[in-house]
């Protein structure tokens, strides 16, 4: 699928936050890493603008899976939502599947919880001054708490008809920030980011930082007592 060029900018910004805030950062791209034995050595894992499938095995999955299920964080980052598109129960932990994004253009962002620890200093009302992609989705899963949304009203009036459809049955604010605790793990997805430049601008890079800091306050401790899935496919226990 769509491979983005800001993923390079992306990786060079996330180790710059490790070396300023203390925090190691180890880049792959490759899914042999995924095994218990390897993925007990992190707090989080950290994907961004991933697309389809990433994972060569679906015993690599399961690794993933219970990684989450023993306590792990995540944090996903833009077409995050259009990873492991057939995979129902990533789909769940993402909060939902990439369905459509407007055209690239200047739109605002609003904060809806500004109670929360990962808004802190954010803009009210953040414009997306690089321009960026409003993304949609579907399979929306419930268990998401929004903290920033899509103002659809600040963007351009070109594919009225498209954004009517894809945003159903929001309106004029549609989900773009959220977290989530889903089968043990702790979870926090950005759709934000489209545009590399956005990894070298401090707003942004706060905007990550602060995700990174809120999943790994969660996750502070892997218990795999707790990981019960035998296959990808386990149903989940609620």
């Not at 710059?16 to 034995?37: A, S």
């Not at 679906?58 to 993933?64: I, N």
């Amino acid at each position: 699928g769509y491979v983005h060029d800001n993923i390079a900018e992306a990786v060079k910004g996330i180790q710059k936050l490790g070396r300023e805030n203390g925090f190691k950062v180890d880049v792959t791209d490759d899914p042999k890493v995924y095994t218990d034995m390897n993925l007990k050595q992190y707090t989080m894992l950290l994907f961004t603008s991933t697309n389809n499938d990433v994972f060569d095995t679906d015993a690599q999955r399961l690794a993933f899976r219970r990684y989450i299920e023993a306590g792990g964080g995540f944090v996903g980052v833009h077409s995050v939502t259009g990873t492991e598109r057939n995979w129902t129960w990533f789909k769940q932990m993402i909060g939902g599947t990439f369905s459509w994004h407007a055209r690239n253009q200047k739109f605002n962002v609003k904060v809806i919880d500004p109670s929360h620890s990962t808004v802190k200093g954010l803009p009210k009302i953040w414009e997306r001054s690089f321009g960026d992609e409003c993304y949609f989705g579907k399979e929306i899963y419930p268990g998401i708490k929004v903290t920033m949304a899509h103002d659809l009203t600040s963007l351009d009036g070109r594919d009225q008809d498209k954004i009517a459809q894809f945003s159903a049955p929001f309106k004029d604010l549609y989900p773009a920030v959220w977290y989530q605790k889903f089968d043990g793990g702790n979870i926090w997805i950005t759709t934000l980011g489209h545009n590399k430049e956005y990894y070298q601008e401090p707003m942004f890079l706060t905007h990550l930082l602060q995700g990174i800091r809120f999943v790994a306050g969660e996750s502070t401790k892997l218990d795999y007592s707790k990981a019960y899935a035998s296959g990808r496919d386990t149903p989940v226990q609620y």
